[in-house]
């Protein structure tokens, strides 16, 4: 601290002490207050109050403001209030007590503005039957289709009678799908449903162990024969793709498949380097037409 502010300090205090002194009373002696219970006036409207802590000058919060108001001042307490709303308390229409409200629209008290919203909203929507017992109940929203917990769960309440499992022949109740396109199952659980579509029964099967040809499949890719086959191919072109001339992992192709035609596997003019995603197209468009075909032969023995 400088000897400027201690200078300032000491002037300050010193003037205090002499408006305390010319007053008629000592530096120390404390603010006069009002004693607690005293009944006085207030200096606004002047109706008489209890004081409740010593200092008070005025009956209410209305007053207190009012007094703010008339002095071209706004109370902390008053922050946030607008000119054109009303200050005159009025009584809350939800709890009967009497309020200042925040604007002129405003009916019920902050306490009561949630509770008062919310019965507001249920009062609006309309009366709605239940899609499950068919009872009226009152929506608390406006896409509320039930009238309890228990419609809304209960498989029984919403099936459209029951059916025999196609799999395992147990009994179920047909309980329609959210997809208001789809049908009535056939199968009581997801279980059965994946069983009867896995292994030999799915009709894109194709006679022996997958996993089985994979693992032949990729031992044949390690085998010298096949890397001087791979060699002459991608030879061709100059290690570049056949499609797009992209020299960027360049693969070997079979252009007549690895099963399809087993004694074509190492004739070089059988192959097509071709790039990654070249690839990729190729043998997704391949799969798609294998696949065709074999739903086509599917539906021709099953129509037989």
Request: hydrophobic letters at 30%.
């Amino acid at each position: 601290m400088n000897w400027i502010t201690t200078t300032s300090l000491s002037l300050a205090s010193g003037d205090a002490a002499d408006h305390r002194l010319s007053h008629g009373s000592s530096p120390l002696a404390p603010l006069s207050r009002k004693t607690l219970g005293s009944v006085d006036a207030c200096d606004v409207c002047g109706e008489q109050f209890t004081q409740a802590n010593g200092n008070q000058k005025r009956c209410s919060r209305a007053c207190h403001l009012a007094h703010y108001a008339a002095a071209g001042r706004v109370h902390r307490l008053g922050r946030g209030l607008k000119p054109h709303v009303s200050q005159d308390p009025i009584r809350c229409r939800r709890c009967g007590r009497s309020f200042l409200r925040n604007s002129n629209r405003q009916a019920v008290c902050n306490a009561c503005s949630p509770a008062y919203a919310a019965e507001q909203r249920r009062a609006a929507q309309p009366d709605a039957a239940c899609s499950t017992c068919k009872t009226a109940f009152r929506r608390t929203a406006r896409d509320m289709r039930y009238c309890s917990e228990a419609c809304r769960t209960d498989p029984r309440r919403r099936a459209d009678g029951k059916r025999e499992c196609l799999r395992c022949g147990i009994e179920f109740w047909n309980v329609p799908d959210s997809h208001k396109s789809a049908g009535p199952r056939k199968y009581c659980a997801l279980k059965c449903a994946r069983g009867a579509v896995a292994g030999s029964s799915h009709p894109l099967w194709i006679d022996g162990d997958a996993k089985a040809r994979a693992e032949s499949r990729a031992r044949a890719a390690g085998t010298w024969i096949y890397q001087q086959w791979r060699s002459a191919v991608l030879r061709t072109t100059d290690r570049k793709c056949a499609r797009c001339g992209s020299s960027d992992r360049v693969e070997a192709h079979h252009i007549a498949g690895w099963w399809d035609a087993p004694a074509l596997r190492y004739d070089v003019r059988n192959g097509e380097p071709l790039c990654k995603k070249c690839h990729a197209r190729e043998e997704g468009r391949r799969t798609r037409e294998r696949n065709l075909k074999l739903l086509a032969r599917a539906k021709c023995a099953s129509s037989a």
